[in-house]
């Protein structure tokens, strides 16, 4: 089994910035692609940004100048930072992970269970 657990949510006003972190754990052969994904009430799941193993990234058009994504292959950790954050950034923020589970070997896709930022006005 592989887990993720994120940590860096919270709250914060508009133009601050806030700094989220996601490692995996378990049995992990390799992983691929990490990555973050967000949730607004009443809205879908939308992506928010993804690296490859390589450092390839990509990320939403909202989110272009004002977050980075980063990666610690030695440590399966990835990073979010979030700056100039927005009220419409408010969200369930989601990490998510794919690749090689080690034991018993098999493809992996997994999920965090998410972590709340609130931006106030």
């Known amino acids: 089994q592989v887990q993720l657990v994120e940590s860096g949510g919270g709250l914060v006003q508009a133009g601050g910035s806030l700094r989220l972190s996601c490692a995996a754990s378990?049995?992990?052969?390799?992983?691929?692609?990490l990555g973050w994904y967000r949730q607004a009430p009443g809205k879908q799941r939308e992506m928010v940004a993804v690296?490859?193993?390589?450092?390839?990234?990509n990320y939403a058009d909202s989110v272009k100048g004002r977050f980075a994504i980063s990666r610690d292959n030695a440590k399966n950790t990835v990073y979010l930072q979030m700056n100039s954050l927005k009220p419409e950034d408010t969200a369930v923020y989601y990490c998510?992970?794919?690749?090689?589970?080690?034991?018993?070997?098999?493809?992996?896709?997994?999920w965090g269970r998410g972590t709340l930022v609130t931006v106030s006005a």
């Open positions: 998510y992970a794919d690749g090689r589970q080690s034991f018993p070997s098999r493809y992996l896709e997994v």
């Open positions: 378990g049995s992990i052969f390799s992983i691929n692609t």
């Open positions: 690296i490859t193993y390589g450092g390839m990234s």
